[in-house]
């Protein structure tokens, strides 16, 4: 995973979005093995105890779980999966809706805009 | 967890040092614990080097106590202080087997295997001498054996000052990758920016006077600033 840090965002909270995007996409799959927190942390350029602090939180979410000696694996609960990509889409469209109800559009107009664009998106 | 853990490793009271008429540093109290990468940050002449060396015995204070470990600072806190001098250390002379030797003779925590493990990914010849080596890679060499200590409290005066960006990846990588995670690592530097995110917390010295000791992370969320952007505020010219 690439990492590029902001300015002004504590870091725990971008390793946890960066973690959730990746486990949304599949690239940690459901009941993969995390690497080792060290390991992910030199990976990322940063402290140890920052991931480790990310990595419980993200167990509190419930979207990773440890087991006592072997580790700490994706969960494979589906709806808690399902529930992360709602969250995520939710996330875009509600950054969209700001931005277009900025530019004065009404929400028949972004529904009207969104399936043109889709369409010119296709080429059809 | 071994004894250290979670333990004050380097503990300040009152601890001033005045070179004649001019304080280095002034009433400081400071308290840093194991298992933490410290940043001690500050502009030149604001008494990094100054505590720094007040930790490794190479100065006295004028006023106040300095701990290591719970002990004052001798032969018994050299033993477990790894510490990296802001400029060259080892004698030109020295190739890089007997800079290797003169570890393993010196002290006893010296990983060796752990050295030439690391020094094998610099691909330096071992007949090498420290005068031939580029800045650069003598400043990796330096960063190499501070590392390959088993330590409990990592000294580190300016790491990163003057490699390139590169170099200065491979060294926070290496002090990452080795340091004991029960020991303390203190790390001073003006590079605040490209140090930032290895680190669990920050002191800020301000004309010899600790201003701020705080969680890096916190001072991200409090602020909404960067450590970096926070101390361009505070230390605005």
Not at chain 1, 1 to 20: C, H, K
Not at chain 2, 96 to 117: K, N, Q, S
Request: with cysteine.
């Amino acid at each position: 995973m690439e990492w590029n840090f902001e300015a002004g965002v504590p870091i725990y909270l971008q390793l946890m979005d960066g973690f959730r995007q990746a486990i949304a996409r599949g690239e940690y799959p459901p009941g993969q093995k995390l690497p080792a927190v060290r390991d992910l942390a030199v990976e990322a350029g940063v402290n140890p105890n920052t991931m480790q602090r990310a990595l419980a939180e993200l167990e509190r979410e419930g979207l990773v779980y440890s087991m006592r000696t072997s580790g700490r694996f994706v969960t494979e609960d589906a709806n808690v999966l399902e529930t992360l990509k709602k969250e995520l889409s939710d996330a875009c469209f509600e950054a969209m809706y700001e931005k277009l109800t900025a530019l004065g559009m009404t929400e028949i107009e972004i529904r009207e805009a969104l399936d043109r664009w889709l369409l010119d998106r296709a080429g059809i | 967890m071994n004894e250290y853990g979670n333990r004050t490793l380097l503990q300040c009271e009152n601890l001033t040092k005045c070179y004649g008429s001019t304080t280095a540093l002034e009433h400081v109290n400071l308290a840093l614990e194991g298992g933490r990468i410290v940043g001690l940050v500050g502009p030149n002449g604001s008494g990094k080097t100054t505590l720094i060396k007040l930790a490794q015995h190479l100065l006295t204070p004028s006023e106040g106590t300095i701990l290591v470990g719970g002990m004052a600072p001798g032969r018994e806190t050299k033993a477990i202080v790894s510490y990296l001098p802001d400029r060259d250390f080892l004698p030109q002379w020295m190739s890089l087997a007997d800079v290797l030797r003169f570890y393993e003779d010196f002290y006893t925590d010296f990983r060796r295997d752990r050295a030439e493990e690391m020094l094998a990914n610099l691909q330096i010849p071992n007949r090498t001498t420290i005068k031939k080596m580029s800045k650069g890679t003598r400043e990796k060499v330096q960063l190499i054996l501070t590392m390959s200590r088993d330590a409990m409290v990592y000294l580190l005066d300016e790491p990163i000052a003057g490699v390139d960006p590169a170099a200065r990846d491979y060294i926070l990588r290496t002090i990452l990758t080795n340091y004991n995670p029960e020991a303390l690592v203190l790390i001073s530097t003006h590079l605040i920016a490209d140090v930032e995110p290895v680190l669990d917390e920050v002191v800020f010295l301000k004309e010899g006077q600790v201003v701020l000791h705080q969680n890096a992370d916190a001072l991200r969320e409090e602020t909404g600033k960067s450590v970096d952007g926070y101390f361009r505020e505070v230390f605005k010219c």
